[in-house]
């Protein structure tokens, strides 16, 4: 009677402690598919030197300047209803000339898009209010996501390269 609780307990016990590869992998989907969650903001243009055009390189000097005085141009918003906004001020950029250099004020204007949007986590598909869909290759590394440039439609920074967003 004793080996036959004893086996009883051993049992209930080594059910009780397995988990199910089920429950992980589900949840590994979910952490993926809301990672996107937040606001992003580009904080960096990483380009081939070799190969950019000169438009390209003088985008990135005026996004790495307005970066440096927490000036964001670019900035993305995706919501747990699966809207999602972007906000950009690129066609705002207005480069001085001083007789200490080049001035590059913050804007004040933007250009708010919204959308509704779906992530996989290796793509974000936005569908916009005219219905025009928007097929963006993304990479999420903790705060830090990683985009296609040549996915975006933002002047001076879709050519080939990739655009680095921090989440605030």
Not at 41 to 61: H, M, P, R, W, Y
Not at 82 to 87: F, G, I, R
Not at 97 to 102: E, I, M, P
Request: charge should be negative.
């Amino acid at each position: 009677m004793y080996k036959h609780i004893l086996l009883i307990a051993g049992v209930v016990l080594t059910l009780m402690s397995c988990s199910s590869d089920k429950d992980e992998t589900q949840t590994e989907l979910e952490d993926t598919s809301t990672a996107i969650i937040g606001t992003w903001v580009a904080t960096e243009l990483e380009i081939d030197n070799e190969t950019a055009s000169d438009d390209v390189k003088f985008g990135k000097q005026i996004l790495d300047f307005l970066t440096a005085k927490d000036c964001y141009i670019i900035t993305l918003q995706f919501n747990e209803d699966l809207t999602a906004s972007a906000s950009n001020s690129a066609n705002y950029v207005e480069v001085n000339a001083t007789s200490s250099g080049l001035d590059i004020p913050c804007p004040t204007e933007s250009d708010i898009n919204e959308s509704t949007y779906t992530f996989d986590g290796e793509t974000v598909t936005t569908i916009d209010e005219n219905g025009e869909e928007l097929t963006i290759g993304v990479s999420i590394d903790g705060n830090m996501m990683t985009v296609d440039a040549s996915d975006l439609d933002i002047p001076n920074f879709s050519e080939d390269g990739q655009l680095i967003f921090v989440k605030r």
